[in-house]
């Protein structure tokens, strides 16, 4: 390609960005009058929509026309909305911290970089802070795809009024950082006790003489790290090595390299129908033979979905158990709605803990 040539092409990306920033601009303009809009009628009105968003991301996902892959386009559409709703007002969003955890990755994937990100020492306090309007969302891991459900996330909705608002997925990539350079020279290694499972055979093989130390966090483990200097690793992700400046002495030690967690968001109100969603259900029965088959009859004979069935203790009598049950579709579906209908007839307890849009991505 000619100097000529390649000046004609920068011109031409200059012009697009011009044109680029013209149209932010004006989707800008519209978030604002928007929001003057739904403030006119409550001042108090919520401008975040779980559904709204969702469907904006699939729309721009299935008309994607390339080279840029689907993902990276609904990143950077999250990323303007964001941008937009924090004109509106800002959201804060409660999550699991300090600053570098995955579940901190878990709330920019969902909501963006432009919301006020809060960390909180726990998953009850991530619930508190919501409950008591401190924030409007929170982030909570609920289960891995390599070492199962958080009992604490779970446990923590039994007596909340909370509801789930969102689901997301985030691919989960641990790191061992450590001062020292020498695999040979680490005789302890931090992290949380999740990820210490989901290194647990790369350990055995790798590190099988080092001390493994259960810890609140990642983030915490790469701090600790980073203070103890030579000889202490820890298993952290990416944010968390940069901002504890811990070098990575190996990466992606995962045993499953398809190693996933899914994160809840939760809040106060009510997620309307997004045409692609999941309804959450907090149930328990009478323990007799065949009660759990009865109670979960209707959803088979309406044709319904079950993506995920847990118990747990419901720490109302001993050997008493409620279920948490994941179910296709939105509570105001009339198919649904119907199945819910005769569940909660024959349920002991019955609790719907929200309707929400299935992850995007």
């Known amino acids: 390609m000619s100097d000529n040539e ?21 989707r800008a303009d519209c978030a604002l009058e928007v929001a003057r809009i739904k403030q006119a009628v409550d001042p108090q009105v919520n401008f975040y929509r779980p559904e709204r968003e969702a469907q904006v991301l699939r729309s721009v996902m299935a008309t994607n026309p390339g080279p840029l892959a689907d993902e990276t386009v609904a990143r950077l559409f999250r990323e303007i909305m964001s941008a937009c709703l924090a004109l509106e007002r800002p959201l804060q969003v409660a999550y699991l911290g300090p600053a570098g955890t995955f579940t901190q990755a878990a709330a920019f994937k969902q909501f963006g970089h432009a919301v006020e990100a809060r960390p909180v020492a726990s998953i009850p306090e991530v619930f508190r802070e919501v409950e008591s309007g401190s924030c409007q969302y929170g982030l909570a891991p609920v289960e891995n795809s390599t070492e199962g459900v ?22 989960i990539h641990h790191h061992l950082l450590s001062q020292s350079t020498q695999l040979a020279a680490v005789h302890k290694v931090y992290s949380h006790q999740q990820s210490l499972a989901q290194c647990r055979s790369w350990l055995d093989r790798h590190l099988p003489q080092a001390e493994r130390v259960a810890v609140a966090s990642n983030a915490e483990a790469a701090r600790l790290a980073a203070q103890e200097g030579e000889g202490v690793a820890a298993i952290a992700g990416e944010s968390a090595a940069e901002i504890y400046a811990v070098p990575r002495l190996y990466s992606h030690i995962e045993d499953d390299p398809a ?36 109670l979960l009859a209707p959803l088979a004979e309406n044709g319904i979905s079950m993506t995920r069935i847990e118990s747990r203790p419901s720490r109302r009598s001993a050997w008493d158990y409620v279920f948490f049950v994941d179910v296709l579709g939105h509570e105001e579906d009339p198919t649904l709605a119907a199945a819910l209908q005769q569940l909660q007839q024959r349920a002991a307890l019955f609790k719907v803990l929200g309707s929400f849009p299935r992850a995007v991505l």
């Open 150 to 171: 958080v009992a604490h996330t779970l446990d923590s909705f039994v007596n909340s009024p909370l509801r789930i608002c969102g689901e997301v997925m985030l691919r």
């Open 259 to 294: 190693n996933t967690t899914r994160f809840l968001v939760i809040g106060r109100e009510r997620v309307g129908p997004s045409g692609n969603d999941k309804t959450s259900l907090l149930l328990s029965t009478r323990n007799e033979a065949g009660a759990l088959h009865q």
């Open 6 to 26: 390649l000046s004609a092409v920068r011109q031409q990306i200059d012009r697009i960005d011009q044109d680029l920033l013209r149209l932010l601009s004006q």
